[in-house]
């Protein structure tokens, strides 16, 4: 099928596109304009067809008319099933599911199998969408600092010495977390690092300005990944502007459904978002493309990537705080 008969059938199920020069993406209507609850602008809707076919658009309103003109047109366009990628989330949902301590991780495609060759395909075309998509998405749905503060479900008083402790409110009491400076782990003395979230209560503050979005193996005085038990997933971007970063924060909100916890101000120049996990392994994998594709920091999915901690002073004079927070109380919950 020559690129001019995609162009063709594209435009029979979507209406008239605004192709881009090399003609594999365009402006068109939305499938379904008549759902949206905000104000419609000329370049909220973008249709792709090299790698997925796929129709995008910046509203959630009308997600059930674009997932319904995404299935016309993969169908159209002989698109395979694993090909539904990016746009309507349906490779990048969130879910309530958690990992808890010791669960092993479901098996993994073996390498070079069909479906490893497959899920390739599916990372190339979410990397390619996304960065296509990143101009507008981080202008979208920009939102500011101040703006997050506001926002805060959990209102925030600028008492940020008392931060640590509503932090550890995400926390489930049994959960071990390590706090301290990069360096406090390895050693038998480290073990006063490696400490359950309801003892860390009873310290009015933190030891040091680091800890991971992961919980620890009960006993252990090692920050090693085969110790490491996540349970929030951290986003942060050292070539985002906070504004920029924010847009991830709301993207992924409203667009996917993944439930914010806690924003964290670092006292520098980047601000930390606590998402729930990804359900399963391999949405995580296409996640950590689409977001590096935004430029978002992937080494922050390894198990035991030191983030900031609210509550620590960076130097003298700055202290890392909370922006946002969904609740005081705590949010993680286990299987019995």
């Not at 008239?16 to 020069?21: D, G, L, S, Y």
């Not at 490696?194 to 310290?203: H, I, K, Q, T």
């Not at 359900?279 to 594709?293: D, F, G, I, N, Q």
């Amino acid at each position: 099928m020559t690129l001019s008969d995609i162009q063709l059938k594209t435009a029979a199920i979507v209406g008239p596109v605004r192709w881009e020069a090399d003609g594999t993406n365009g402006l068109c209507a939305c499938p379904g304009a008549a759902m949206h609850t905000g104000r419609t602008n000329p370049t909220d809707c973008t249709v792709f067809v090299e790698g997925a076919p796929t129709i995008y658009c910046f509203h959630s309103s009308c997600s059930p008319a674009v997932a319904a003109a995404n299935l016309r047109l993969r169908r159209s366009l002989g698109a395979q099933p694993w090909s539904l990628i990016l746009p309507d989330g349906s490779l990048l949902r969130s879910g309530e599911a958690r990992v808890p301590a010791g669960q092993p991780i479901p098996p993994q495609a073996p390498k070079n199998s069909p479906a490893a060759d497959a899920e390739k395909k599916v990372l190339r075309d979410i990397e390619m969408h996304t960065a296509a998509l990143k101009e507008r998405l981080l202008e979208t749905f920009a939102w500011d600092p101040a703006d997050m503060w506001e926002d805060s479900p959990v209102r925030l008083t600028g008492d940020v010495e008392t931060d640590w402790k509503s932090w550890l409110t995400l926390w489930h009491p049994d959960d071990v977390v390590w706090v301290g400076s990069t360096f406090d782990s390895g050693q038998d003395k480290h073990k006063e690092n490696f400490r359950p979230a309801s003892e860390w209560a009873l310290v009015d503050k933190p030891p040091g300005q680091f800890t991971c979005g992961s919980a620890f193996t009960a006993g252990t005085f090692s920050r090693k990944n085969e110790h490491a038990h996540r349970r929030f997933m951290v986003i942060e971007s050292d070539v985002l502007t906070r504004v920029q970063i924010g847009a991830v924060f709301h993207w992924l909100r409203q667009k996917f459904g993944y439930t914010l916890h806690a924003i964290v101000n670092t006292g520098g120049k980047s601000l930390h978002g606590w998402f729930d996990l990804p359900p399963h392994p391999t949405y995580e994998s296409r996640l950590k493309v689409a977001l590096t594709a935004l430029g978002c920091d992937p080494a922050l999915f390894k198990p035991s990537q030191p983030v900031r901690v609210p509550g620590a002073y960076r130097d003298a004079n700055v202290i890392q705080s909370l922006l946002w927070l969904r609740s005081t109380t705590t949010s993680q919950s286990r299987p019995a």
